[in-house]
T-cell receptor, first 110, second 114 residues
Framework: GIQVEQSPPDLILQEGANSTLRCNFSDSVNNLQWFHQNPWGQLINLFYIPSGTKQNGRLSATTVATERYSLLYISSSQTTDSGVYFCAPSDQGGSEKLVFGKGTKLTVNP | DGGITQSPKYLFRKEGQNVTLSCEQNLNHDAMYWYRQDPGQGLRLIYYSQIVNDFQKGDIAEGYSVSREKKESFPLTVTSAQKNPTAFYLC?????????????FGNGTRLTVT
């Protein structure tokens, strides 16, 4: 099955800093989502982005499907951005099964 | 409000007992999924169902069972055969017809078996 690698595994920032999180995947995908898991375990969908670039406020994401990677950009980080960010692609079968990476744990300090 | 409800939020059981985790959705989604998360790890797929009365094993189905008798419900039973059942369990659903729409998650159930 598809393999997913996320980097860095841990990231510590001061409030206001920018960051880039990377996701590499081993196979062609027809779906890719980025999620934020807050400290209470709740998973929030950030982007559905199998290809191209999307922006939502301070967050944006780019997926280059031909090169098998996706990037999540966080600008002007806030303490509420803390948590774990997961990349989850699915392979090109019809089941829409997402395969999760191990995540990037982000800590934003005031 | 439409969403996915998982209950209970915390569940405690003695080793050797089966336990059933509830997942209900009112989003009219066809597809439903169960994932397991261990501390510091990503999510791993246990079972999924794309239509009522049908389901398939995911990557770590051993020791688990599911049913899909109704579109809105997809309960997961953790059996005594599951060697390490203590984990955070997350249910998700998706509209199969709308591929461009994302997977939605419930708030999870934390199961502790002692």
């Amino acid at each position: 099955g598809i393999q997913v690698e996320q980097s860095p595994p841990d990231l510590i920032l001061q409030e206001g800093a920018n960051s880039t999180l990377r996701c590499n995947f081993s196979d062609s995908v027809n779906n890719l989502q980025w999620f934020h898991q807050n400290p209470w375990g709740q998973l929030i969908n950030l982007f559905y982005i199998p290809s191209g670039t999307k922006q939502n406020g301070r967050l944006s994401a780019t997926t280059v499907a031909t090169e098998r990677y996706s990037l999540l950009y966080i600008s002007s980080s806030q303490t509420t951005d803390s948590g774990v960010y997961f990349c989850a692609p699915s392979d090109q079968g019809g089941s829409e099964k997402l395969v999760f990476g191990k995540g990037t744990k982000l800590t934003v300090n005031p | 409000d439409g969403g996915i409800t998982q209950s209970p939020k915390y569940l405690f059981r003695k080793e050797g007992q089966n336990v059933t985790l509830s997942c209900e959705q009112n989003l009219n989604h066809d597809a439903m999924y169960w994932y397991r998360q261990d501390p510091g790890q990503g999510l791993r797929l246990i079972y999924y169902s794309q239509i009522v009365n049908d389901f398939q094993k995911g990557d770590i189905a051993e020791g688990y069972s599911v049913s899909r008798e109704k579109k809105e419900s997809f309960p997961l039973t953790v059996t005594s055969a599951q060697k390490n059942p203590t984990a955070f369990y997350l249910c998700a659903s998706k509209d199969r017809a709308a591929r461009h729409l994302p997977l939605h998650f419930g708030n999870g159930t934390r199961l502790t078996v002692t």
